[in-house]
C-alpha cells in the first residue's frame, strides 16, 4: 500500500472516531491488563503490509483507549486534542522535522519563534522572556527552574553549570503545601530534593498563605528560589501574586510560577483578576496540550532572562551572542535536541481560535465548571467543597453522614458513575478526605454537556444511596 492510501486509511479512521467519541461511553472498555493481554505477542520475526499492521493496531489499542477527547471526560486537566491542532500534528510527523536547528528546520524553527511571541502576548508575561517548546508543563517546570538555579548561584559567584552542584552553597526552595507532584519531581532531577524545601502552609483552596510565606523567607539567607501556582490542581485557584511575589523578590530570590493550566486565566478578560500580578515572577511554566487543546505533548517553558535560560540548557549558547530575528535555535530552550516540532501545532491552535476564541474556551470552560457545581449542590447531600473560580471542582457525596461514610459513598459514586460511563470523574484526596474531581478542559464541554453530565452524576449517586439503603 502506497503512502497516500495509507495516510488516507489513518484519516479516515480518525474523523471517525472524533465523531463518535460522544457517543461513547467516556472511558476505556479494556483495562491495563486486558490492553496488555490484547497486545502480548512475541517480537515478530517477519514484517507485515502497513495496512495491516494499521489496522491491527486500531483493533487492538481502541479497546483500551480513554477519552479525554470526548465532551464528558472530566477526569484529569488533559485538554482535548483540537482537530485543528491534531492535523497540524498529523503534517508534523509527515514532514519529518527535526525541530532542533534553525538551518536544518527553518519553517520549525520559524514558526515557534512567532508562536513564541503570540503566547507571550495571550498570556501577558514580559515580551523580552524567551519560550522552550517542551513536552509539557513537568519538563517547563525542570527547564525553568534549571534556569532559576544557575542564576541564583550565578549571584553568590557558582557556575552551576560547570561545576554542579558539589560545594555550591546552598538553595532555599520556597514552595506551597499544595503546590502540583511533578513539581516536586522537577526538583528532584535538578538536584534540588524534592524534600529539601520549605514548606508553606495554604488556605482552605490551597493557595500559600502570606503570612506564612513571609515568615519561610524570613529564615532565608543567600540564594533562594520560590515556586508559586496558578491553578491548584484540585480547587484550581491561584496564589495571590502581586502580594507574594514582592516578598519573594525583596529577599533577591527568582520566582517560578507553575501555572500548567490556571496561567490561562491570563488569556481571559472575565478571569484575569485571579492571576494579578502573575507577570512579575521570573519564569513561567504552562501547558499547550491541556488549556489550548493542542495534541499530546507541548508545554511551554518561559523565562524572563533569556540568557539564564540559555545558559541552563546549552553548552555552546551561553557564550554565543543572543540570535538575531529568524536565527532562534529551539534547541537553545529546551533538555532535547532532536525533536518534534513542536510549533506547529502551537501556531495552527491559536491560528485557529485567535485571541478571542482563546479568552472564549476559558470561559466556556470555567462557566460550565460553574453550572455543574450548581446543579450539584442543588441536590440535597451532595456538597461542593471548594470555590469555583476556574475549571475544577470538587464534589463529596453524604453530606450529614459521618466522615467515613460519607469517603464510602463518595468512592462508590465515583465507580458508578464511571462504569455507567455518560461522564468520566476520577476520585482525589482533599485535606485527607476522598473527593470526586470534575475539571474543564474540553473545547466540546458547554451548558449542553453539563446538563447530560449532571443528571449521570446525580443519578449515580441516587443510585448508591439507595443500594446502601441510606434514605
Ligand atoms: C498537569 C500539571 C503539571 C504537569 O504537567 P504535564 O503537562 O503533565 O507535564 C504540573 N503542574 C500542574 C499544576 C498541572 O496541572
Same mark, same amino acid.
Given at each position: 500500500?502506497?503512502?497516500?492510501? #495509507?495516510?488516507q486509511?489513518?484519516a479516515?479512521?480518525?474523523?471517525e472516531f472524533?465523531?463518535?467519541?460522544?457517543?461513547?461511553?467516556? !472511558?476505556?472498555?479494556?483495562?491495563?491488563?486486558?490492553?496488555?493481554?490484547?497486545?502480548?505477542?512475541?517480537?515478530?520475526?517477519?514484517?507485515?503490509?502497513?495496512?495491516?499492521? /494499521?489496522? $491491527? /493496531?486500531?483493533?487492538?489499542?481502541?479497546?483500551?483507549?480513554?477519552?479525554?477527547?470526548?465532551?464528558? =471526560?472530566?477526569?484529569?486537566?488533559?485538554?482535548g486534542?483540537?482537530?485543528?491542532?491534531?492535523?497540524?500534528?498529523?503534517?508534523?510527523s509527515?514532514? %519529518?522535522?527535526?525541530?532542533?536547528?534553525?538551518?536544518?528546520?527553518?519553517?520549525?524553527?520559524?514558526?515557534?519563534?512567532i508562536?513564541?511571541?503570540?503566547? #507571550?502576548?495571550? /498570556?501577558d508575561?514580559? !515580551?523580552?522572556?524567551?519560550?522552550?517548546?517542551?513536552?509539557?508543563?513537568?519538563?517547563?517546570?525542570?527547564?525553568?527552574?534549571?534556569?532559576?538555579?544557575?542564576?541564583?548561584?550565578?549571584a553568590?559567584?557558582?557556575?552551576?553549570d560547570?561545576?554542579?552542584l558539589?560545594?555550591?552553597p546552598?538553595? $532555599?526552595?520556597?514552595?506551597?503545601?499544595?503546590?502540583?507532584?511533578?513539581?516536586?519531581?522537577?526538583?528532584?532531577?535538578l538536584?534540588?530534593?524534592?524534600?529539601?524545601?520549605?514548606?508553606?502552609? $495554604?488556605?482552605?483552596?490551597?493557595?500559600?498563605?502570606?503570612?506564612? =510565606?513571609?515568615?519561610?523567607?524570613?529564615?532565608?539567607?543567600?540564594?533562594?528560589? *520560590?515556586? /508559586?501556582?496558578?491553578?491548584?490542581?484540585?480547587?484550581?485557584?491561584?496564589?495571590?501574586?502581586?502580594?507574594?511575589?514582592?516578598?519573594?523578590?525583596?529577599?533577591?530570590?527568582?520566582?517560578?510560577v507553575?501555572?500548567?493550566? +490556571? &496561567?490561562?486565566?491570563?488569556?481571559?478578560?472575565?478571569?484575569?483578576?485571579?492571576?494579578?500580578?502573575? %507577570? #512579575?515572577?521570573?519564569?513561567?511554566? $504552562?501547558d499547550?496540550?491541556?488549556?489550548?487543546?493542542?495534541?499530546?505533548?507541548?508545554?511551554?517553558?518561559?523565562?524572563?532572562?533569556e540568557?539564564?535560560?540559555?545558559?541552563?540548557?546549552?553548552?555552546?549558547?551561553?557564550? &554565543?551572542?543572543?540570535?538575531?530575528? +529568524?536565527?532562534r535555535?529551539?534547541?537553545?530552550?529546551v533538555p532535547?535536541?532532536?525533536?518534534?516540532?513542536?510549533? =506547529?501545532?502551537?501556531?495552527?491552535?491559536?491560528?485557529?481560535?485567535?485571541?478571542? %476564541?482563546?479568552?472564549?474556551?476559558?470561559?466556556?470552560?470555567?462557566?460550565?465548571?460553574?453550572?455543574?457545581?450548581?446543579?450539584?449542590?442543588a441536590?440535597?447531600?451532595?456538597?461542593?467543597?471548594?470555590?469555583?473560580v476556574?475549571?475544577?471542582?470538587?464534589?463529596?457525596?453524604?453530606?450529614?453522614?459521618g466522615?467515613?461514610?460519607?469517603?464510602?459513598?463518595?468512592?462508590?459514586?465515583?465507580?458508578?458513575?464511571?462504569?455507567d460511563?455518560?461522564?468520566?470523574?476520577?476520585? *482525589?484526596?482533599?485535606?485527607? !478526605?476522598?473527593?470526586?474531581? &470534575?475539571?474543564?478542559?474540553?473545547?466540546?464541554?458547554?451548558?449542553?454537556?453539563?446538563?447530560?453530565?449532571?443528571?449521570?452524576?446525580?443519578?449515580?449517586?441516587?443510585n448508591?444511596?439507595?443500594?446502601?439503603?441510606?434514605?
Amino acid at each position: 500500500m502506497n503512502a497516500g492510501a #495509507l495516510f488516507q486509511r489513518a484519516a479516515t479512521y480518525a474523523a471517525e472516531f472524533r465523531r463518535s467519541v460522544a457517543d461513547r461511553a467516556q !472511558r476505556p472498555a479494556h483495562d491495563y491488563a486486558q490492553s496488555v493481554a490484547v497486545f502480548s505477542e512475541e517480537l515478530p520475526e517477519h514484517g507485515s503490509p502497513a495496512d495491516s499492521v /494499521l489496522d $491491527t /493496531l486500531i483493533a487492538k489499542a481502541e479497546p483500551g483507549l480513554h477519552m479525554p477527547t470526548g465532551p464528558r =471526560f472530566f477526569g484529569w486537566v488533559m485538554g482535548g486534542s483540537h482537530p485543528a491542532g491534531v492535523a497540524a500534528d498529523f503534517l508534523t510527523s509527515a514532514w %519529518g522535522q527535526n525541530a532542533g536547528n534553525h538551518v536544518v528546520a527553518p519553517s520549525a524553527a520559524a514558526v515557534e519563534a512567532i508562536a513564541a511571541r503570540w503566547l #507571550l502576548e495571550l /498570556l501577558d508575561l514580559p !515580551r523580552e522572556s524567551s519560550v522552550g517548546f517542551v513536552t509539557g508543563a513537568t519538563l517547563a517546570n525542570f527547564t525553568c527552574l534549571a534556569a532559576a538555579r544557575g542564576e541564583v548561584l550565578r549571584a553568590v559567584d557558582w557556575d552551576v553549570d560547570k561545576q554542579g552542584l558539589f560545594g555550591a552553597p546552598q538553595i $532555599t526552595v520556597v514552595i506551597g503545601d499544595d503546590a502540583h507532584t511533578t513539581v516536586f519531581s522537577a526538583l528532584q532531577f535538578l538536584g534540588l530534593g524534592h524534600d529539601r524545601v520549605l514548606r508553606v502552609a $495554604t488556605d482552605d483552596q490551597g493557595r500559600m498563605r502570606p503570612a506564612a =510565606f513571609s515568615e519561610a523567607f524570613r529564615s532565608v539567607r543567600g540564594p533562594a528560589i *520560590a515556586i /508559586l501556582q496558578a491553578g491548584q490542581i484540585n480547587t484550581g485557584d491561584c496564589d495571590d501574586f502581586a502580594t507574594l511575589v514582592p516578598i519573594a523578590k525583596s529577599q533577591g530570590a527568582w520566582v517560578h510560577v507553575d501555572g500548567a493550566f +490556571g &496561567l490561562w486565566a491570563q488569556a481571559s478578560p472575565q478571569r484575569r483578576s485571579l492571576t494579578t500580578g502573575a %507577570g #512579575l515572577a521570573d519564569s513561567w511554566a $504552562t501547558d499547550g496540550h491541556k488549556w489550548l487543546q493542542t495534541p499530546y505533548d507541548c508545554g511551554y517553558a518561559i523565562v524572563r532572562n533569556e540568557m539564564a535560560h540559555r545558559r541552563a540548557m546549552s553548552i555552546a549558547a551561553s557564550y &554565543l551572542p543572543l540570535p538575531a530575528e +529568524g536565527e532562534r535555535d529551539p534547541s537553545h530552550y529546551v533538555p532535547e535536541l532532536s525533536r518534534r516540532a513542536r510549533g =506547529f501545532p502551537t501556531w495552527s491552535m491559536i491560528k485557529h481560535l485567535g485571541r478571542d %476564541g482563546i479568552a472564549a474556551l476559558i470561559d466556556q470552560n470555567c462557566d460550565a465548571a460553574g453550572d455543574l457545581a450548581g446543579r450539584l449542590d442543588a441536590e440535597p447531600g451532595i456538597e461542593i467543597i471548594n470555590r469555583v473560580v476556574l475549571n475544577q471542582v470538587i464534589v463529596r457525596f453524604g453530606s450529614g453522614l459521618g466522615d467515613d461514610d460519607a469517603d464510602d459513598l463518595t468512592k462508590r459514586t465515583i465507580a458508578r458513575l464511571q462504569k455507567d460511563g455518560t461522564a468520566f470523574a476520577a476520585g *482525589a484526596l482533599w485535606r485527607g !478526605r476522598h473527593v470526586m474531581r &470534575l475539571s474543564f478542559s474540553n473545547y466540546q464541554t458547554d451548558a449542553t454537556q453539563v446538563e447530560i453530565a449532571a443528571r449521570a452524576i446525580i443519578e449515580a449517586y441516587r443510585n448508591v444511596r439507595r443500594e446502601g439503603g441510606i434514605p
